[in-house]
């Protein structure tokens, strides 16, 4: 299966900052990745899909890039209501794999 | 609007079968190109996926758990219910359902999560 591997664990940031955030597929899942948000208490929701593709409701400071093996998930201006755990999951290969998260709290 | 739910109870003893159930609202499981999946997360937060099923009966399963997992659907009622048996502390976790919804157009993205429920495993 295909093993998701995200980069720093956790991140410590002030708000206002930008943060950048790293998922690393094991092999090439193409286009098909996306990104969780779980808020401390909350389950997950959806961030981004295909990439860089946000649902409605999401707000433009998140945005992602990246493809093949290698992704980003970038905030712009971090608020506070950001502060969150965030999974990259891949919907290329069966098992549609999550990864471990990465942590933002604050600095 | 979509929504979720889950159900069941809190706590099982090892060895017990846990049953719980995904309510949902706002699709059909009939439709072509939905799925439901069950997803747990342990306390140190690592998120694993147990069983999806798909509108037209496929299941699948994870394959370390297959051999007790039990994934079902009942249309009429919007439910999905996920049995697994044998149950160790180690199953310990908020177990969640979520939708699949572009399954038809290969997308297979988690678009709406329920709340979560924690099962806590424990004589």
């Known amino acids: 299966e295909v093993v998701m591997t995200q980069s720093p664990a956790t991140l410590s940031v002030s708000p206002g900052e930008r943060v950048t955030l790293s998922c690393r597929a094991s092999q090439s899942v193409s286009s098909k990745l996306a990104w969780h948000q779980q808020k401390p208490g909350q389950a997950p929701r959806l961030l981004i899909y295909s990439v860089s593709t946000r649902p409605t409701g999401i707000p433009a400071r998140f945005s992602g890039s990246g493809s093949g093996t290698e992704f980003t998930l970038t905030i712009n201006s971090l608020q506070s209501e950001d502060f969150a755990v965030y999974y990259c999951q891949q919907y290329y290969n069966w098992p549609h794999t999550l990864g471990q998260g990465t942590e933002v709290e604050i600095k | 609007q979509v929504t979720l739910r889950e159900s069941g109870p809190a706590l099982v003893k090892p060895t017990q079968t846990l049953t719980l159930t995904c309510t949902f609202s706002?699709?059909?499981?009939?439709?072509?190109?939905?799925?439901v999946i069950w997803i747990r997360q342990t306390p140190g937060k690592a998120l694993e996926w147990l069983a999806r099923?798909?509108?037209?009966?496929?299941?699948y399963y994870n394959t370390s758990l297959q051999t007790r997992l039990t994934i079902s659907k009942d249309t009429s009622k919007n439910q999905v219910v996920l049995t697994m048996t044998n149950m160790d502390p180690v199953d310990t976790a908020t177990y969640y359902c979520?939708?699949?919804?572009?399954?038809?157009?290969?997308?297979?993205?988690?678009?709406?999560w329920g709340q979560g429920i924690l099962v806590t495993v424990s004589s």
């Open positions: 099923i798909d509108w037209d009966e496929d299941k």
């Open positions: 706002g699709f059909s499981l009939s439709t072509s190109g939905m799925c």
């Open positions: 979520a939708r699949i919804g572009g399954a038809a157009r290969r997308e297979y993205y988690y678009d709406y």
